[in-house]
């Protein structure tokens, strides 16, 4: 199975100060119709996961323009250039490209 | 509106059988892959099986893998996981994810929580 490594897995952040999570995977995520499937999701508490981005740095559906992702082959990063106090939670990295999907061990970001 | 509604779970002992239900509505479900994902209590997430829209393809994490059954009724809108042969690592929040892997848009249900224990 694909291991995502995240990092660091908690990180504490000071309102409206940039933060940025890391994620490594085992294999490279690139699929062979050319596109890499790693997608970042958050769980605040006590709510089910959300998707954020996906194939790397599409934002979904709603999402703040303040959160951004990037990488590629095996690295890649999610940004959120100003935090809020509603951006806390646990933030997963989750590749889809290699059955089963796998998902970081989550990194928990919190106020300061 | 998008919604996945699940039920079934519950306080079940080591080898014991639970079947877990998501009811699905706001969308064509037929035209969608559907998935369970799992997660332990103050644990990280796994996904544990996946279906086609036909329910003909089916995948699983090796975790499970002849135990669980994933399943689903097109003209009931409704998604199942038949578990069985129940482990104390079984306890988890289960989810209904609407997509797969790769879904355009990603849907998740509130979950419901299986516990296994003697």
């Known amino acids: 199975d694909v291991v995502m490594t995240q990092s660091p897995l908690s990180l504490p952040v000071t309102l409206g100060q940039p933060a940025s999570i890391s994620c490594r995977s085992s294999?490279?995520?690139?699929?062979?119709?050319?596109?890499?499937?790693l997608n970042w999701f958050q769980q605040r508490p006590g709510q089910s996961p959300r998707r954020l981005i996906y194939?790397?740095?599409n934002r979904d559906s709603g999402v703040p323009d303040r959160f951004s992702g990037s990488g590629s082959g095996t690295d890649f990063t999610l940004k959120i250039s100003r935090v809020e106090a509603e951006d806390v939670g646990v933030y997963y990295c989750?590749?889809?490209?290699?059955?089963?999907?796998?998902f970081g061990q989550g990194t928990k970001v919190e106020i300061k | 509106e998008v919604q996945l509604v699940e039920s079934g779970g519950g306080l079940d002992q080591p080898g014991g059988s639970l079947r877990l239900s998501c009811t699905a509505s706001?969308?064509?479900?037929?035209?969608?892959?559907m998935s369970w994902v799992r997660q332990a209590p103050g644990k990280g997430l796994e996904w544990v099986a996946e279906?086609?829209?036909?329910?003909?393809?089916?995948s699983y994490v090796d975790s499970v893998r002849g135990r669980f059954t994933i399943s689903r009724d097109n003209a009931k809108n409704s998604l199942y996981l038949q578990m069985s042969s129940l482990r104390v690592e079984d306890t988890a929040v289960y989810y209904c994810?609407?997509?797969?892997?790769?879904?355009?848009?990603?849907?998740w249900g509130q979950g419901t929580l299986v516990t296994v224990s003697s």
């Open positions: 994810q609407r997509g797969g892997g790769r879904p355009a848009e990603d849907h």
């Open positions: 706001g969308f064509t479900f037929s035209r969608f892959w």
């Open positions: 279906l086609s829209q036909d329910g003909s393809e089916k």
């Open positions: 294999q490279s995520l690139v699929e062979s119709d050319g596109n890499t499937y």
């Open positions: 194939k790397v740095s």
């Open positions: 989750m590749q889809g490209t290699h059955w089963p999907w796998t």
